[in-house]
Structures are given as C-alpha cells and as structure tokens.
C-alpha cells in the first residue's frame, strides 16, 4: 500500500507455539466498491487470526456498482501486498458471484469475517449470519469492528463525497483516489 499510514493494523499475531490458528481458512467477502482503508482495516486484522485469507470481490450487480467487478479486483489486489508484507500471512484475491455460503464452501473456508461500523451494521449482519448458519453450521461468522479510525468510512459516502468535490484522500488508498475521481469526471462527461 502506498500510504502505509493510513490503515492502522494491529501488529502480526503469533499462534500459540506447536498450535495452528483456530481456523485454517477465513473469508473476507464484499463488494469493495470502492475498497476504503476501512476495508484495509478489517483484512490485516483478520489475516492474523487465520492461517489464510480469502478476499472475496462479489459481483453484487444489484448495487449498480461505480466499478466493474474486474476494476474493483485489480485495486483491492493492488493492496494485497502490502497486507501481506504486514501481516506476513497468505492473503489471496477471488471473485464471485452468487451465494456466500456457497462460496465459503468453495474456498474452504470455516470462518466468514464481517467488519462492523455501527449499531445499524449489526441488524442487517446478524441476520445475514444467521442464514449463513441455518445454511451451514460449520462455518462461523466473526465480526470485527472497525477500529476507531474507520467506523466511519463506508464505500457509499466516499462516492457521494468525491461526487461533490470533497477530499477523500484519507478515507481510500492513493491508486482508489485516483480511479474514482477519474471514474467521477467521466461520468459527469457522459
């Protein structure tokens, strides 16, 4: 990541010696349109409770998403390194479509993670991770909250800010500055 400053993770955990990690395989879905330093946030947190860390892009045409699946992949995979150099785990990018579960399965994950900002996240995922249960007990869903820094940053608001001319530079990494203002001013242009 360009600007290491602006994602705070916690220093790289340490299992317990002679012990793996709790779950081999976790899961990091979402939409990341755009990828936010919040996002960044929760994906080095969560790389250091598993073994190895599956960022899921999912499709998720029905939010008519500023990007393209495959724009939203090359800048979330644009930030991996970095998390990986942070972290010191395995953290790999794949896309999807269709039902998480399903796509948990696939992976071989045995844990979902889901970042939390605020009380009005919860409603909608602990529904969410109930019918992920219901669908497959063997896979849990942990949720991480957003560290203070980022409870705020949400993907809508840095569209709607960048719309309206606001600085979103310290809400996104420098290359997702770059592509939405671009992707803005285009739009407008059309």
Same mark, same amino acid.
Request: charge should be positive; hydrophobic fraction near 45%; proline fraction near 6%.
């Given at each position: 990541?360009?600007?290491?400053?602006?994602?705070?993770?916690?220093?790289p955990?340490?299992?317990?010696?002679?012990?793996?990690?709790?779950?081999?395989?976790?899961?990091?879905?979402?939409?990341f349109?755009p990828?936010?330093?919040?996002?960044?946030?929760?994906?080095?947190?969560?790389?250091?409770?598993?073994?190895? $860390?599956?960022v899921?892009? #999912?499709? *998720? =045409? !029905?939010?008519?998403?500023? @990007?393209?699946?495959?724009?939203?992949?090359?800048?979330?995979?644009?930030?991996l390194?970095w998390?990986?150099?942070?972290?010191?785990?395995?953290?790999e990018?794949?896309?999807?479509?269709? $039902?998480?579960?399903?796509? #948990?399965? *696939? =992976? !071989?994950?045995?844990?979902? @993670?889901?970042?939390?900002?605020?009380?009005s996240?919860?409603?909608?995922?602990f529904?969410?991770?109930?019918?992920?249960?219901?669908?497959?007990?063997?896979?849990?869903?942990v949720?991480l909250?957003?560290?203070?820094r980022?409870?705020?940053?949400?993907?809508?608001?840095?569209?709607?800010?960048?719309?309206?001319?606001?600085?979103?530079?310290?809400?996104?990494?420098?290359?997702?500055?770059e592509?939405?203002?671009?992707?803005?001013?285009?739009?407008?242009?059309?």
């Open positions: 990541m360009s600007d290491a400053d602006a994602v705070e993770a916690r220093p955990g340490q299992a317990l010696p002679g012990r793996p990690p709790p779950f081999g395989v976790g899961l990091y879905p979402g939409t349109d990828i936010t330093n919040g996002h960044l946030d929760v994906i080095c947190r969560a790389a250091v409770i598993v073994g190895r $860390l599956v899921g892009v #999912a499709a *998720n =045409v !029905g939010k008519h998403p500023l @990007f393209a699946l495959e724009e939203r992949c090359e800048l979330v995979a644009a930030e390194e998390v990986r150099a942070r972290t010191g785990k395995p953290v990018l794949r896309a999807f479509d269709g $039902l998480l579960i399903a796509f #948990a399965r *696939n =992976v !071989g994950a045995g844990v979902i @993670f889901r970042g939390l900002r605020a009380v996240d919860f409603d909608y995922e529904q969410m991770a109930g019918m992920n249960y219901r669908m497959d007990p063997g896979i849990e869903t949720f909250m957003a560290s203070e980022h409870q705020f940053i949400s993907s809508r608001f840095v569209k709607e800010i960048a719309a309206l001319g606001g600085d979103i530079t310290s809400f996104v990494p420098k290359l997702t500055c592509r939405t203002l671009a992707r803005l001013r285009k739009s407008r242009s059309e």
